[in-house]
């Protein structure tokens, strides 16, 4: 699936992804491949990813969106860091 990770300065990550990990409001949760479509407000936390090619990313969030539809997955966060 594609991800794309986008702050109101620049965009912070593009790319195939094998799963995401995002603080949802009331819990985290995980994104697979072919998961349901679904829009989700996200809260202050880490948001977790591994690329494709199996590397490990992690992103501390204080809160945003997240859309999934057909493996296209976009999250649109403030007060993002690397780490």
């Known amino acids: 699936m594609n991800l794309v990770i986008l702050s109101p300065e620049k965009?912070?990550?593009?790319?195939?992804?094998?799963?995401?990990?995002?603080?949802?409001?009331?819990?985290?949760f995980q994104l697979l491949e072919n998961h349901a479509a679904m829009v989700s407000a996200l809260g202050k936390g880490v948001v977790n990813i591994v690329t494709e090619?199996?590397?490990?990313?992690?992103?501390?969030?204080?809160?945003?969106?997240?859309?999934?539809?057909?493996?296209?997955?976009?999250?649109?966060v403030s007060g993002v860091t690397e780490g």
């Not at 965009?11 to 985290?28: L, N």
């Not at 090619?53 to 649109?76: C, H, I, P, Q």
């Open 11 to 28: 965009e912070i990550f593009t790319g195939a992804v094998k799963s995401v990990q995002a603080p949802g409001i009331d819990g985290g």
């Open 53 to 76: 090619k199996g590397d490990k990313l992690s992103y501390s969030v204080n809160g945003g969106f997240l859309e999934t539809l057909n493996n296209e997955v976009a999250l649109l």
